[in-house]
């Protein structure tokens, strides 16, 4: 059983440049959730995608943007970057669409917008 | 708008030397409560989830329980490897974390 994967690891940006975050779920999980953790912060839920519809979304503009694709991957796009965009960005996989399931976490892709 | 708030920031203990985490919550509605395990440069771990006032679990040296307003994470005779950040998260309609506390355990 392979866990949730993230990549890359680490990015470096600039303001206003567009970046693209990766993720493969756990095995026979069906569900995506991605999250921003600050330094010092708990995790701060983007949004969820369940067979690749979104299925709910946290307070984040618009220019935070994602896809599931149909092996249940998926990506996080950010769009003009700005400074305060800097953290750990969290994929979490689960089965089912209630939220209310535990919750598998990679390790993070860094992010640092410069 | 759903809170969730964790005492202390940090506590440091000694090997040993048995504590309690606090994890406040405000929540319209709630579908579970969750802790979850931080080791630094990784994502967070689960733990345990909570459903309903009274609600007990344990796994090792940890027993998270469940109030209506709280839930406590006890550590009964911690090691240095219990050393890590317990995060507490509610789901009401959506999962809200607190900013969790920063254990250390010395031995």
């Known amino acids: 059983e392979t866990g949730v994967t993230q990549s890359p690891t680490h990015l470096i940006k600039t303001r206003g440049q567009q970046v693209t975050l990766r993720c493969s779920s756990q095995?026979?999980?069906?569900?995506v959730s991605w999250y921003q953790q600050a330094l010092g912060q708990g995790p701060q839920f983007i949004f969820q995608y369940y067979r690749e519809e979104e299925n709910g979304r946290g307070n984040f503009p618009p220019r935070f943007s994602g896809l599931q694709f149909p092996n249940y991957s998926s990506e996080l796009n950010v769009n003009a970057l700005e400074l305060d965009d800097s953290a750990l960005y969290l994929c979490?996989?689960?089965w089912g669409q209630g939220g209310n399931e535990k919750l598998f976490f990679g390790s993070g892709t860094q992010l640092s917008v410069l | 708008e759903d809170q969730v708030t964790q005492s202390p920031e940090a506590l440091r203990l000694q090997e040993g030397e048995s504590s309690s985490l606090n994890c406040s919550y405000t929540v319209s509605g709630l579908r579970g409560l969750f802790w979850y395990r931080q080791d630094p440069g990784k994502g967070p771990e689960f733990l345990f989830t909570?459903?309903?006032a009274g609600e007990e679990k344990e796994k090792e040296r940890l027993k998270a329980t469940l109030t209506k307003k709280e839930s406590f994470l006890h550590i009964t005779a911690p090691k240095p490897e219990d050393s890590a950040t317990y995060l507490c998260?509610?789901?009401?309609?959506?999962?809200?974390f607190g900013a969790g506390t920063i254990l250390r355990v010395k031995s």
């Open positions: 998260a509610v789901y009401g309609n959506k999962l809200v």
């Open positions: 909570l459903y309903s």
């Open positions: 095995s026979g999980h069906n569900t």
């Open positions: 979490a996989s689960s």
